[in-house]
């Protein structure tokens, strides 16, 4: 028998197995050897656990028999020396895992007697971490069951599968090991990552880096890689999954004479000694592309049952609960509040979907929007969070609607619909602000900010909409309908600068006309005065005189020339103008009593008249 | 009289023209451009990781209310994290801009040719006011003259497009085999020349021209 591989024991396995060695059950007294098995009777799929320890360190190593339909799986290792009046004594142990390949009973000798294991058929569908099963390795935590381990024809390697149970319901997803085996000694690369075929099944997440352990099989060491996964199941049936594994296996070619015996078991013996290979350079390598095969492994997939199914069901298949939660208990009118509503538990989260709150009285939402966490390397277990924008229309004592989520709950076989409690939010009415801090929208940062944290927000939030928009992007200042109000404008304005214009030109032309009138008239009178004055006609003369004097008085005053006489004279001169009025009264007296006067003084009122004129021009 | 119905009607008219610029509120439209919706939109293209749609929409946002602090912020966030230069624009863009967004310039102008044109009118017939009619003349031709400055700043933008595909070359003609020029970056601003076909010769800020895909670039301002 070869001697076991040194292995690495975790603190807690052993303290176990030191536990367990002083509570061994069976002992070899004799050898120093004692071996437990614990528990003796477990279901298929359960794992027990075999502790062998020696006394004596010095001693040969134990390792676990062959015992068809049983799997040891070392995992632990420990050693401990005692020194007790100065005598020394030792004691290691190596702790297996027992993993049943079949149901029966399982006698495993070396022990006196020998232990005993009964396993239990039915246990492969049995839950995972039933009561009395000693799970001490991460796939039996998980309550993983292998397939049989199939080595491969030359016993060099093997390609296994894990899985929790092996009935799915569609869309369900779970965690799976995929485990490559290669014997210690035997040189191997991967070629790719492990694969299936067939649509009924989907692996997704598969780890890029496996896990690596030792692995005792069939009593020989094999180095063992691990990978993670999960499987979820697309279409309904009972399809066998065999999953492939490419290899590239370098392999030690001995050349003809070396492997040809001679016949002499001596010779033979000296030239099939490795060191001799070597040293005479009889060894060759060569390389083979192989694939390897993990035993088929049938799983039944059911549907999901049509009954009974809750609206707005998005096809979520595992455990989940959910919890809500409000950014703030207390908002104004018009500000927003972040509503978040958290999934978690384990299942497949990507068809975990929630619209919220889609229509709720008093309050203006926006579309969520959802982010998923997972906690463990596959994705099948994590939270999901839905986060919503919600905002307050109305003021008072305002109440978000409970949140709901619907799910198929593969365990007890039926739909489940879990719902968060109603939301109490105290509104106030909203004070005077800018336009700009009512209505928007506050994003991831600000929402913590909310909660007591100053975060700078990279992207500034959104606003909510005012309603006042415009039919085009166009500047008015290009737009043919609004350039015709400046258009419109100017040509009012021109025209009517053209109509007063006009006006005055109009006015000044009637001006001129009646001044020019007055010039002749008065040119025509004082020609008539001239006239009269030669002839010494006093009364021609006088006569003449105030008609020349009255049209230009008329026309300063704007009324009809015949209109002034002696008794209105007063209103159109000033007071230092006696002449005009003395004049007047002669013209009067003249014309009516027919007096005569001297050529002098003719003479004299001729020249009053003429200067009369020139201190008066008519405009 | 006619002096004076005059006077009156264009007092009226200029205090309602006056109201109705100072409120900066034009009719509610039930549908079409707004500054919020444009600013959101832009800001879901952020999320979206497309920055040239999110420069497209703040500029677009931009022209409607080009005095709003979160939109010049989110532009400027977003040509920083894409590689583009800040923007920055003229002095007088950036004092017309605090002042009042061009559609609201557009009726200040109105005013002050109303402005102009009444106390001209009005200067005629009372000469002896006639100097405080030629200060609100002046003042009228200072509002006409502010609002044509910034039409003439904003005259470029008619024909400025952006870049909104990722990976767009400008080629050396207007054919899709034509070689590559330069690669444009998703959010830069280009002016627009001409079109041939599905391509449009363009001019990059470093005054660099080629033909561009029609499809890879938008108008900042749509035409009517």
């Known amino acids: ?619 | 009289v006619t002096a004076r119905m005059t006077l009156a009607l264009l007092t009226l008219a200029l205090s309602a023209a006056m109201a109705h610029a100072a409120s900066g509120v034009p009719p509610v439209m039930s549908a079409g451009y707004s500054a919020p919706r444009l600013f959101d939109l832009a800001n879901a293209y952020v999320r979206d990781g497309k920055p040239g749609m999110a420069v497209l929409n703040y500029e677009r946002a931009r022209l409607l209310a080009p005095n709003d602090p979160d939109i010049r912020a989110n532009l400027s966030f977003v040509r920083t994290t894409s590689g583009l230069r800040p923007i920055a624009g003229t002095w007088f863009e950036r004092q017309a801009s605090r002042f009042a967004s061009p559609n609201t310039l557009f009726w200040f102008g109105c005013v002050g040719l109303l402005i102009v044109g009444a106390s001209l009118f009005l200067a005629r017939q009372y000469p002896r006011r006639r100097l405080a009619l030629r200060a609100c003349t002046a003042a009228g031709f200072a509002l006409m003259a502010v609002t044509l400055c910034n039409a003439l700043a904003i005259w470029p933008m008619m024909n400025e497009a952006v870049v909104i595909a990722r990976a767009t070359p400008a080629r050396v003609a207007p054919i899709s085999l034509a070689d590559s020029l330069m690669p444009l970056r998703e959010g830069e601003i280009l002016t627009m020349d001409a079109k041939v076909r599905d391509f449009t010769l363009v001019h990059t800020d470093s005054g660099r021209t080629g033909w561009v895909a029609s499809a890879d670039i938008a108008p900042v301002i749509p035409r009517w």
């Open chain 1, 1 to 619: 028998m070869k001697p076991l591989p040194p292995r690495r024991l975790h603190p807690p396995l052993g303290a176990i197995a030191a536990l367990l060695l002083l509570t061994a059950g069976v002992a070899h007294a004799e050898s120093g050897v004692t071996e437990q098995i614990e528990p003796a009777e477990i279901d298929l799929g359960e794992t027990a656990q075999l502790t062998i320890a020696t006394l004596d360190s010095t001693q040969t190593p134990v390792i676990p028999p062959v015992i068809p339909g049983l799997e040891f799986v070392a995992v632990g290792q420990s050693s401990q020396m005692e020194s007790i009046n100065g005598r020394t004594t030792s004691k290691s142990s190596v702790v297996y895992e027992v993993i049943p390949q079949r149901a029966g009973t399982f006698t495993i000798p070396g022990g006196s007697p020998p232990l005993v294991l009964r396993v239990r058929s039915g246990g492969a569908s049995a839950p995972p971490a039933s009561a009395g099963a000693f799970s001490t390795s991460p796939a039996a935590r998980s309550g993983m069951v292998a397939s049989a381990t199939q080595l491969t024809q030359d016993g060099s390697a093997f390609v296994r599968l894990r899985l929790p149970k092996h009935q799915l319901y569609v869309g369900e997803s779970m965690p799976v090991d995929i485990q490559v085996g290669v014997r210690d000694g035997l040189v191997a690369t991967l070629s790719g990552l492990p694969s299936f075929g067939g649509d009924s099944f989907t692996l997704n997440n598969l780890s890029t880096k496996p896990e690596q352990a030792p692995e005792i099989i069939g009593g020989q060491p094999f180095t063992v890689l691990t990978w993670h996964s999960a499987l979820a199941a697309v279409k309904p049936g009972t399809s066998s999954l065999t999953i492939d594994t490419p290899l590239t296996v370098r392999m030690q070619t001995m050349r003809p004479s070396a492997a040809n015996p001679s016949g002499d078991p001596t010779l033979d013996e000296f030239f099939n000694d490795p060191f001799f290979q070597r040293f005479f350079g009889v060894v060759g390598t060569t390389e083979k592309e192989i694939t390897l095969a993990s035993p088929p492994t049938t799983i039944n997939v059911m549907a999901l049952p049509a009954q009974s199914r809750p609206e707005g069901f998005s096809g979520a298949v595992g455990h989940f609960k959910i919890t809500s939660e409000l950014s703030a208990a207390t908002t104004t009118v018009g500000d927003p509040l972040t509503l978040r509503m958290h999934v978690s538990g384990a299942g497949n989260f990507d068809r975990v979907r929630s619209s919220m709150l889609v229509t709720a009285h008093d309050w203006k939402t926006y579309p969520p929007t959802a982010i998923f966490t997972a906690t463990d390397s596959t994705g099948y277990h994590g939270e999901k969070v839905f986060k919503q924008i919600a905002i307050a229309k109305e003021p008072g004592n305002q109440t978000l609607p409970a949140l709901g989520f619907s799910y198929f709950d593969p365990d007890s076989g039926r739909y489940e619909t879990a719902q968060t409690p109603p939301i109490s939010v105290a509104v106030i009415r909203a004070a005077a602000s800018s336009s700009a801090a009512n209505g928007r929208v506050p994003n991831d940062d600000e929402g913590k900010a909310s909660a007591g944290r100053f975060v700078t927000p990279a992207l500034r939030p959104d606003y909510a909409d005012t309603g006042y928009s415009v039919a085009s992007l166009v500047p008015r200042y290009f737009q043919p309908s609004f350039l015709a109000v400046p258009s419109a404008m100017a040509l009012a304005f021109a025209a009517a600068w053209f109509w007063l214009r006009r006006r005055e030109q109009a006015a000044d032309d009637n001006s001129t006309a009646r001044q020019r009138a007055t010039s002749q008239a008065t040119a025509t009178w004082l020609a008539q005065m001239e006239t009269a004055a030669a002839r010494g006609d006093a009364q021609d003369f006088f006569s003449s005189a105030r008609s020349a004097l009255r049209q230009t008085l008329a026309a300063r005053s704007h009324v009809a020339p015949q209109s002034i006489g002696l008794e209105d004279i007063d209103a159109h001169i000033g007071p230092d103008d006696q002449e005009v009025r003395q004049l007047f009264a002669r013209a009067d007296e003249a014309t009516y009593s027919g007096c005569n006067a001297v050529i002098g003084d003719l003479e004299h009122w001729k020249q009053v008249v003429l200067r009369q004129l020139n201190e008066r021009p008519a405009q």
